[in-house]
Nanobody
Framework: QVRMVESGGGLVQAGGSLRLSCEAS????????MAWFRQAPGKERELVAA????????YYADSVQGRFTISRDNAKNTVILQMNSLTPEDTAVYYC??????????????????WGQGTQVTVSS
């Protein structure tokens, strides 16, 4: 069974930065599309950013384009989400997801096989 463990959430003021990290236990990590989703209270879970197995292809939601950066280290089975210029609208529980589609981007949570437990990000105004 694949385990995904997130870390790095917390409380930050608007304009600040946070760095989320997710470590996966699976040896197949390097070939898997990895992603970060987030879910705010009363809202659906939404795709924030994703990276293909090679790390070359990346996807960003329009709301975070230019502020967030997703990266991965396949040797360490780790995917990182660097979040800059945070706003209160970024407040949510952030989830790491793995096992996503290989040849296309999917924004559906159902397209990902493995999930972390979630980490809270709170941005104060």
């Amino acid at each position: 069974q694949v385990r995904m463990v997130e870390s790095g959430g917390g409380l930050v003021q608007a304009g600040g930065s946070l760095r989320l990290s997710c470590e996966a236990s699976a040896r197949t990590f390097s070939s898997s599309t990895m992603a970060w989703f987030r879910q705010a209270p009363g809202k659906e879970r939404e795709l924030v950013a994703a990276t293909q197995g090679s790390g070359v292809g990346t996807y960003y939601a329009d709301s975070v384009q230019g502020r967030f950066t997703i990266s991965r280290d396949n040797a360490k089975n780790t995917v990182i989400l660097q979040m800059n210029s945070l706003t209160p609208e970024d407040t949510a529980v952030y989830y790491c997801a793995g096992g996503g589609p290989t040849y296309y981007w999917s924004r559906s949570p159902g397209a990902y096989d493995f999930w972390g437990q979630g980490t809270q990000v709170t941005v104060s105004s």
